[in-house]
């Protein structure tokens, strides 16, 4: 759990340095590849869920790699910059992101 909420917050502070510090047309791209990453690192966590393996740390890296992903797609968004690259970014962080946030709603519901 300390992992998850380390990686929530290396997430917080990536997406809002690459807000700053990267040009406008390079962080829709950016926003395409943190995302298409980020859905990368869960498909074996979804995956384990089916046949039983150990997925070692790469649910810790599909957290902050989402999370860079959609605060910059959405500040994207809000600022009527809107190709192609930010959407399929945006949906892309959101199957680990929403992924996430069930689990973390069953473990509170249903701690073991």
């Keep these: 759990m300390f992992f998850m909420i380390g990686g929530t917050l290396l997430g917080l502070v990536l997406g809002l340095l690459l807000i700053w510090l990267v040009p406008q047309k390079a962080l829709g791209w950016l926003v ?3 995302g298409a990453l980020a ?3 869960i498909t074996p966590v979804l995956v384990s869920i089916l ?3 150990d997925v070692a740390f790469t649910p810790i890296i599909s957290v902050p790699l ?3 992903s959609l605060i910059p ?3 994207l968004a809000t600022k009527h910059y809107r190709p192609w690259q930010v959407w399929l970014g945006l949906g892309l962080a959101a199957i680990p992101l929403i ?3 069930i689990f973390a709603i069953g473990e509170i519901l249903y701690p073991h």
Aim: charged share 0%; aromatic share 28%.
């Design 39 to 41: 859905t990368v690192f």
């Design 32 to 34: 395409l590849v943190c």
């Design 73 to 75: 797609g959405l500040a």
């Design 51 to 53: 046949f039983p393996f």
């Design 99 to 101: 992924f996430w946030i």
């Design 66 to 68: 989402a999370l860079a």
